[in-house]
């Protein structure tokens, strides 16, 4: 490979980077507010199923985009007010009712999928890229930064707005201390179930909103277990970006840069490597991170456990 | 609620307030009525699934009482569709009850399908490449690898979590991806059948290998007797020896197990040992008894349904070989019903979830664990 080639090669790959992380931005920023609100979801891969395919059944009956992102959040919402129940008001072991939700998301998508999809699979019109005018010519920056759709543009102010209201608002401050401590926050008027409902809400609804970028954006149709595992990856990036946006925000990016490495990898003819190789990248990747970080991933005290106001 | 103290409070309140109704109720029902209760919520949970599925069937335009008389004629219609859900039931019941015992650790075992892999490509290895044994001592050294291999799959996952502080559902995902990716590598390229085309497959493992089949012309073969078999031993294992209870109160609470002197790091490695190995013999089982080689995609998602099956039935090994046949049957007969009826078999993924979340709305469920409630100090 010569040198314009090399160029190229990574051009390809960065840009690609940040499309493949764009799913796990939107699902780990979520379960940073749920987490540190107290509540461990499990079940993202469900979730995001569940957007992605509320998302591109209401854009192929209805013809619009907006109105699939729409029902993507609602589909987020009704689902996390369900997972909330469960979880904040009776209470119930989040693990076993994240497990459940993510048999439900697969179960249902792929039945309705093949009750309506089955042979008349077409896709729909998928966001298309917008490319910066100006900053898109920018030579190697252009193409890595400038020409993408506009959920992918939108993780940049999701990252910057979650980080202000985790950090900066009454409400974050509330989140926060009820993941911690939820006892004392109880004590100082904070209400905890009502701060855990949102903390469920936002990442469940944020999760579906990544799934429905699978279907809309990043290709224009669902296949049954589309997200191949990004929920959970997801789970694992809120590990690596200890619990706050920001970090969320780029260590999605190093994974997304796993998967595009892989894909582009793959797609050279004459390497040597065995694919499967490759494919298994992003999951050895993230046993390796997680080796690395040990000891320094301090989770919300609070995490995983029901709050129970005593008598 | 949990804390026994304050129960004997709660007792002593009631005593003192005088409620001469409660007086007429004899003690035995009392003390039989939250038992029956807790039989009875199981079933329970899964009539509510299994309408609200209707509900489902009916909003996507199938018939549901077509659908349902197709399950339950493919799944119990005659010996045949019987012996294939005790089938289906046999790494169920392994997976789960093994499960159970890392659950009953709180430890987060997400990874039985991964270590299921690892156990059948163990399995498939010995299976093919050691040819002169006798049967006798070929089908144990086939399951003995599979377990071995399933159990240090799991342990893997443990040593990263004692080591390295590695939160175990994150890596026990990982791993599963990874066996899955692996054994895909495996059988399209090293242990591919040279005979076999361009199939992604092995060869067939020795006749040696195969397991006795006991009741023909069906395909019911010995891991089904071996799985209960395990799943006694797992019982005793948990509830009548003081490893089990070492485990359990691991489980409850790591600090107190380790002011009581238990090494928690070794419990916690033992734990899914167990539940890997359980999940390895079941992935060699499958290979010595159903399919005879191994291929991509071996299991339809046992490890992850398994999760299920142990935590209907509250992590009870006994009662996991009932909710084991039970998802067998759900499962043979949604493919039933899928060839017959025309409706998606995925239906049964559905049901699955839904019963759990029955369960857990019938707020029987309890589970202890670190991520149940804690009694707060005063």
């Known amino acids: 490979m010569d040198t314009s080639a090399m160029i190229l090669f990574v051009q390809t790959i960065l840009s690609a980077t940040w499309r493949l992380a764009t799913p796990m931005i939107y699902a780990s920023i979520g379960e940073v507010f749920t987490e540190r609100s107290g509540v461990l979801n499990i079940g993202l891969e469900g979730f995001m199923l569940l957007g992605a395919f509320a998302g591109f059944a209401v854009a192929y009956f209805t013809g619009s985009l907006a109105l699939g992102i729409l029902g993507a959040v609602l589909c987020g919402l009704i689902f996390g007010l369900l997972f909330a129940l469960f979880t904040v008001t009776i209470k119930a072991n989040q693990i076993v009712v994240g497990a459940a939700f993510n048999l439900i998301g697969r179960g249902l998508t792929g039945f309705l999928y093949r009750a309506w999809f089955v042979n008349k699979a077409q896709g729909v019109q998928a966001f298309p890229p917008i490319d910066i005018p100006y900053l898109n010519a920018i030579p190697f920056l252009g193409p890595v930064l400038f020409r993408h759709n506009i959920l992918v543009y939108c993780t940049v102010p999701l990252m910057l707005i979650a980080g202000f209201v985790l950090y900066k608002t009454a409400f974050g401050l509330a989140v926060r201390s009820v993941g911690e401590h939820p006892k004392a926050a109880d004590t100082a008027g904070v209400s905890v179930s009502l701060i855990r409902y949102a903390g469920v809400l936002i990442g469940t609804t944020l999760t579906s909103l990544g799934g429905a970028y699978l279907t809309l954006a990043h290709t224009n149709q669902f296949v049954e277990g589309i997200t191949t595992g990004r929920g959970f990856i997801a789970l694992a990036v809120v590990v690596f970006g200890r619990w706050s946006p920001k970090g969320a925000f780029w260590s999605s990016l190093l994974f997304g840069l796993f998967y595009a490495l892989q894909l582009r990898l793959q797609a050279i003819a004459n390497i040597t490597i065995p694919y499967q190789f490759l494919q298994a990248l992003p999951y050895v990747m993230t046993l390796l991170t997680l080796i690395l970080l040990r000891g320094r991933a301090i989770s919300p005290k609070a995490l995983g456990v029901p709050y129970q106001k005593s008598a | ?378």
């Open chain 2, 1 to 378: 609620m949990n804390d026994p103290s304050r129960e004997t409070t709660m007792t002593m309140q009631e005593r003192s307030v005088a409620r001469p109704g409660m007086c007429l109720l004899p003690k035995a029902v009392l003390r039989i009525a939250p038992r029956l209760l807790a039989m009875i919520s199981p079933i329970a949970a899964i009539v509510l699934a299994l309408f609200i599925s209707m509900l489902l069937l009916i909003a996507a335009g199938y018939n549901p009482a077509r659908a349902y008389t197709v399950m339950w004629q493919g799944a119990f219609g005659d010996l045949r569709a019987i012996s294939e859900v005790l089938i289906k039931a046999t790494p169920l019941i392994l997976i789960g009850s093994g499960l159970a015992v890392a659950f009953r650790c709180s430890i987060w075992n997400i990874g039985a399908e991964g270590q299921f892999y690892a156990g059948a490509v163990g399995a498939t290895i010995v299976g093919i490449f050691i040819t002169s044994l006798p049967s006798y001592l070929m089908i144990p050294l086939v399951l003995l690898v599979g377990t071995l291999l399933g159990a240090l799959w799991g342990m893997l996952a443990g040593y990263l979590r004692v080591r390295f502080n590695a939160n175990e559902i994150v890596t026990t995902i990982m791993l599963n991806y990874i066996a899955i990716i692996g054994t895909g590598y495996l059988v399209t390229g090293p242990l591919m059948d040279p005979a076999g085309g361009k199939y992604p497959q092995t060869a067939r493992i020795v006749e040696a290998a195969m397991l006795p089949r006991f009741l023909p012309p069906t395909r019911l073969h010995i891991g089904f007797i071996i799985a209960l078999i395990v799943a006694v031993i797992l019982y005793l294992l948990i509830f009548k020896t003081s490893i089990g209870y070492a485990i359990r109160t691991v489980g409850i609470n790591p600090v107190t197990a380790r002011y009581a002197g238990i090494h928690v790091e070794r419990h916690v490695l033992l734990a899914m040992a167990i539940s890997g190995g359980a999940a390895g013999l079941a992935g060699a089982i499958e290979v010595a008894g159903i399919s005879f080689r191994l291929y991509q995609q071996i299991s339809p998602g046992y490890g992850f349904e398994g999760i299920a099956v142990a935590l209907l039935a509250n992590n009870h090994p006994l009662g996991i070989i009932l909710s084991g046949i039970l998802f067998g049957a759900l499962r043979s007969g949604a493919e039933v019903m899928q060839i017959s009826a025309k409706v998606p078999s995925v239906l049964v993924f559905v049901i699955q979830g839904l019963v759990i979340l029955c369960v857990v709305a019938f707020g029987l469920y309890r589970l202890h664990s670190r991520w149940e409630p804690r009694p707060e100090k005063e």
